[in-house]
């Protein structure tokens, strides 16, 4: 491929910045230039639900500036995203056709977990030996603005990710007024935390070592640079963290910005950033923890490369969603022999199916995760496990994916035992888009014919074959089991794969001779 330049634009709590990247075949990516515009929009989204007039003019000309160093530059390509301080204003689609009409560029507010897979992304981006990073038990923390994200690796895969409702700028602006003075604030911070981090252990790091800690923040990334001017790697120890803790956190935000020379916008949380770091640090007794210089605008220039074949990523990111998926099903106990029979069958049904139902790689994702999935329900009842799962899944976090793919998932789920509504129907109770509701009605004919293919979860039908023979989609398999229940609940659910392909689904066995 030719040289291309891409922009990446991040909208965050306490700045915007945009980076500039060449990107190549023979020399992959590289940063080239990068401008910030320190705008606090945190304390007003976690606060007020909504932006000031005066930040949101701000914020319209420094995007606007930046469009026009877009086309000096003659970027070829470029992603505009918002973090956590859009997503959670009352009026975040108003703001985004606000913004997308005033400045002429696209927006896209990131889910939670959307963001979060960007935070990684952006550091495998920037750590050749990200495979070995991961391979022992590894934690990536994300301080933001208004939660805290756990991600925990181990063995090259993601184990589970979940976030806490603790943040740096809310902390600073719903603790610390109810402080007596610093001191007495780190203590609150650290009896919450040791509530909610307590839960997250029982539940998910259980009896798993965290060697490794990784922390991605802007205001530890400008603390430790300050203090450590002189290192490549800004790894710190336990010892140095705690000692950096107890210099910073009596300090005033006048001091920090004096002494550390940070930012005002960013002075006001460094303690809290501070303090829940060397917290984790110490309950998952790591020796170190490295704070990688990095931001999600490197993500999303990564993702750009990886689309346009200059570089070849040495992690896959889909497996990282679908071990995420299996752990969440372990959760529920659903039964694992089952699942991977249904998913078996319908990614089966899916390959064959191609030219049929004209869906691409990302529905094929989401139509793996919805048979890893669709057995959740049963975990909380066995009579209602259709809205049962559905709740549990848009409850539920799943990294990787933005909130409209999670809802076609719950959709996809639900509506393999219930009864499939139109359009109009489905409207009345969920927000979807036509494009998503045709997804949806696909991928829930996929599953359901699978699924009645191991009606009896005895995993019958192991080995198939799937064509397309005029008006019927025909299902081969060999063997001796009886297969009575099987074809007779797939006879039931002809109707919705009939309507949704025409074609009529047909099973036929080939008995083996003993």
């Given at each position: 491929m030719a040289v291309k330049l891409f922009a990446s634009i991040m909208i965050g709590s306490t700045e915007t910045e945009m980076k500039?990247?060449?990107?190549?075949?023979?020399?992959?990516?590289?940063?080239?230039?990068?401008?910030?515009?320190?705008?606090?929009?945190?304390?007003?989204?976690?606060?007020?639900?909504?932006?000031?007039?005066?930040k949101m003019d701000r914020l319209i000309d420094t995007l606007t500036e930046y469009r026009k160093i877009m086309e000096g530059y003659h970027v070829d390509s470029y992603r505009m995203v918002g973090t956590s301080a859009l997503r959670e204003?009352?009026?975040?689609?108003?703001?985004?056709?606000?913004?997308?009409?005033?400045?002429?560029?696209?927006?896209?507010i990131l889910s939670n977990s959307e963001q979060r897979f960007l935070d990684y992304k952006s550091i495998a981006a920037q750590t050749e030996s990200f495979e070995n990073v991961i391979r022992k038990g590894t934690a990536i923390i994300n301080i933001g603005g208004s939660s805290l994200q756990i991600s925990v690796f181990d063995k090259d895969k993601l184990i589970t990710t979940q976030n806490v409702r603790i943040g740096r700028i809310t902390t600073r602006k719903r603790i610390y007024p109810e402080a007596r003075n610093n001191a007495h604030f780190e203590k609150l911070l650290r009896e919450l935390l040791s509530h909610e981090i307590a839960g997250f252990g029982k539940l998910y790091q259980k009896d798993r070592q965290i060697s490794t800690l990784i922390a991605t923040n802007k205001e530890l990334q400008l603390l430790f640079r300050s203090l450590y001017p002189q290192r490549e790697s800004l790894i710190i120890t336990r010892e140095e963290?705690?000692?950096?803790?107890?210099?910073?956190?009596?300090?005033?935000?006048?001091e920090i910005v004096k002494k550390c020379s940070i930012p005002t916008e960013f002075a006001l949380f460094v303690s809290p950033a501070v303090i829940i770091c060397l917290f984790l640090l110490e309950h998952f007794e790591s020796e170190s923890v490295w704070v990688p210089e990095i931001?999600?605008?490197?993500?999303?220039?990564?993702?750009?490369?990886?689309?346009?074949?200059?570089?070849k990523t040495g992690h896959d990111f889909d497996e990282d969603i679908i071990v995420a998926s299996r752990n969440i099903a372990k959760r529920y106990k659903s039964s694992q022999?089952?699942?991977?029979?249904?998913?078996?069958?319908?990614l089966l049904i899916f390959d064959r199916t191609r030219k049929v139902h004209m869906l691409g790689k990302r529905s094929r994702l989401l139509l793996q995760i919805s048979a890893i999935l669709h057995n959740c329900g049963k975990y909380i009842s066995l009579t209602d496990v259709s809205d049962c799962a559905y709740n549990i899944l848009m409850a539920t976090e799943i990294i990787g994916l933005s909130h409209a793919e999670r809802k076609i998932v719950a959709n996809v789920v639900r509506f393999n035992t219930a009864a499939f509504p139109s359009y109009d129907e489905l409207t009345q109770v969920d927000s979807v888009?036509?494009?998503?509701?045709?997804?949806?009605?696909?991928?829930?004919?996929?599953l359901r014919a699978a699924n009645a293919l191991d009606r009896t979860h005895q995993q019958k039908i192991t080995?198939?074959?799937?064509?397309?023979?005029?008006?019927?989609?025909v299902i081969s398999t060999t063997g001796n089991e009886d297969l009575t229940l099987e074809k007779g609940t797939l006879e039931e659910e002809n109707s919705l794969f009939e309507e949704v392909f025409n074609l009529r689904p047909v099973l036929h066995q080939k008995r083996k001779q003993l």
């Open positions: 500039l990247y060449e990107i190549s075949a023979r020399k992959g990516f590289h940063l080239f230039d990068c401008l910030s515009c320190r705008i606090d929009l945190g304390s007003d989204a976690y606060g007020r639900k909504t932006l000031s007039g005066a204003i009352r009026t975040a689609l108003i703001t985004k056709d606000y913004i997308e009409h005033k400045t002429g560029l696209k927006l896209t963290l705690s000692d950096a803790c107890s210099r910073i956190v009596p300090m005033s935000p006048e931001s999600i605008s490197d993500g999303l220039a990564y993702d750009f490369a990886v689309e346009n074949k200059a570089i022999a089952h699942i991977r029979n249904v998913e078996y069958l319908s888009s036509m494009e998503d509701y045709l997804v949806i009605a696909k991928l829930t004919a996929i080995d198939a074959s799937v064509a397309v023979k005029g008006s019927e989609l």
